[in-house]
């Protein structure tokens, strides 16, 4: 079973997103990078980023 990376409504510190979604994110840095775990910390930096771009973005859009 895929693990899925979390999206709370509320964006959590990145410590606390980073514990929440470890087996999911290094599951998925496995898929991207195979077994090069020095990736690793770089790639959750970035999903940080993307996941905190995304939150952003829908709190903004106004609610119908």
Same mark, same amino acid.
């Given at each position: 079973? !895929? %693990?899925?990376? &979390?999206?709370? &409504?509320?964006?959590?510190?990145?410590? #606390?997103? !980073? !514990? =929440?979604?470890?087996?999911?994110?290094?599951? !998925?840095?496995? =898929?991207?990078?195979?077994? %090069?775990?020095?990736?690793? #910390?770089?790639?959750?930096?970035?999903?940080?980023? &993307?996941?905190? &771009?995304?939150? %952003?973005? #829908?709190?903004?859009?106004?609610?119908?």
């Amino acid at each position: 079973m !895929k %693990r899925v990376i &979390k999206m709370p &409504k509320a964006m959590l510190p990145y410590a #606390e997103w !980073k !514990k =929440e979604n470890h087996l999911a994110l290094l599951e !998925k840095c496995y =898929e991207t990078y195979g077994p %090069r775990i020095d990736e690793y #910390e770089d790639f959750v930096e970035a999903e940080y980023a &993307k996941a905190s &771009k995304a939150h %952003r973005i #829908e709190s903004d859009s106004p609610t119908p």
